[in-house]
């Protein structure tokens, strides 16, 4: 009988107990928290109050140097291909045409200073591949891949999930990859023009016969 009542008790004490703890809380949201940004070191010393945030008119603020949303500046790609052969899961996909003499000053020059020698039709990144590892962006040489704060970025459509950063459209990339095949036939017509047909090479003297006389 006494066990009965124990437990009575225990199951009493239980209740108020956590009853109180949600009630203190139940209190206390009518205050609010500081604006200490997740990169503070006071961020979970925080007094207590309102925790929930109205999402997603506001945020936790992400730390400077996390790895987030892929970003690739076109401007500065010089189409060196080394981040989509760097990446493990192969999730960039580039082409390139090469710009033909007279397109230099269109194609311009990155931020550095660095003259561009490809188009770059094609440079697709498969962000629901990609897993933030942060490699295409070490081995690019002109730092033109960068990771961005923007943390949440969900769609419903998984295709929306594939950003595109060329800098052509299809029909101009059609009409560079002409442009640079016309002047590559030219380049080479006018090599064989100047060049001549290659003489023919001396036919190989042919080894001298032994005269049936010297047998004797």
Not at 123 to 146: E, H, N, R, W
Request: glycine letters at 6%; charged letters at 25%.
């Amino acid at each position: 009988m006494s066990e009965y009542f124990s437990n009575i008790k225990t199951s009493v004490t239980t209740i108020a107990t956590g009853m109180g703890i949600t009630l203190k809380h139940f209190f206390n949201a009518v205050k609010r928290k500081g604006d200490a940004g997740i990169d503070d070191a006071d961020y979970f010393r925080q007094v207590d109050g309102l925790c929930t945030l109205q999402y997603p008119k506001e945020a936790i603020p992400t730390p400077p140097h996390g790895r987030y949303r892929l970003y690739c500046n076109i401007n500065d790609c010089i189409g060196c291909k080394q981040c989509e052969r760097a990446c493990p899961v192969e999730c960039i996909t580039i082409e390139t045409i090469k710009t033909t003499s007279d397109d230099l000053e269109a194609c311009g020059k990155t931020s550095g200073g660095q003259q561009k020698r490809m188009w770059v039709p094609v440079f697709d990144i498969d962000l629901a591949k990609c897993m933030t590892c942060g490699i295409c962006q070490s081995v690019c040489p002109t730092d033109c891949l960068y990771h961005t704060p923007v943390a949440d970025f969900s769609e419903f459509d998984v295709s929306n999930m594939m950003y595109h950063f060329g800098n052509l459209s299809k029909i101009e990339a059609e009409a560079k990859r002409k442009k640079l095949a016309e002047q590559q036939a030219q380049a080479a017509k006018e090599k064989a023009a100047a060049g001549g047909a290659p003489a023919p090479k001396p036919a190989p003297k042919a080894a001298p016969q032994p005269n049936p006389g010297d047998a004797r």
